[in-house]
């Protein structure tokens, strides 16, 4: 399939998937997966990041827009998207020559594995912070990132198996 169509079927199938179905879950009053942000896992790595960054920029200020969350989902993923090369760079040991060839399925699964935990943690963290807007709260912040990262976390790697096991 062609790169371009699949980042755009990906796009619109993240944001219709959170908008329409992911938002209209708060289960326990604390867990609401954000699976939007599987954007930035799957997005392709390229040398110029612009694009990437303003797509990533566009899938959160949409989610916001339907959410009525005035800008805290686009800050929060566009804030991982800058952050997902350092962690690539770190994490993987990849490189700008690794680009072409940089596919997460074909890494093991414990690196995998860190790479959307850390990011997924960070991008909760952040948009619970900004939701509560202060620290008075941090027990419940905490609560709420954890909680929501698992579940994000559980469904993300849920789908990622259904997916590709139909695909071989």
Known sequence: MNKTVYISLLFIFL?????FIL????????VNP???IAFV?????????????VLAFLLGLFVDFFSNSGGVHAF????????????IHSIFKKNAQDYQLFNLKLESFGNVFNFI?????LHHFILFTLINFSFQNFTHIILNT????????????LGNYIFSSKQQ
């Open 15 to 19: 944001l219709f998937l959170q908008v």
């Open 117 to 121: 935990a850390i990011l997924t943690i």
């Open 146 to 157: 954890v909680l929501s990262s698992v579940f994000t976390l559980i469904l993300f790697f």
């Open 76 to 87: 929060s993923i566009v804030l991982i998207a800058y952050f997902r090369i350092y962690l």
């Open 34 to 36: 954000y699976l939007y």
């Open 41 to 53: 896992f799957l997005y392709p790595l390229r040398e110029n990041r612009f694009p990437f960054l």
């Open 23 to 30: 938002n209209n879950i708060l289960y326990l009053g604390y």
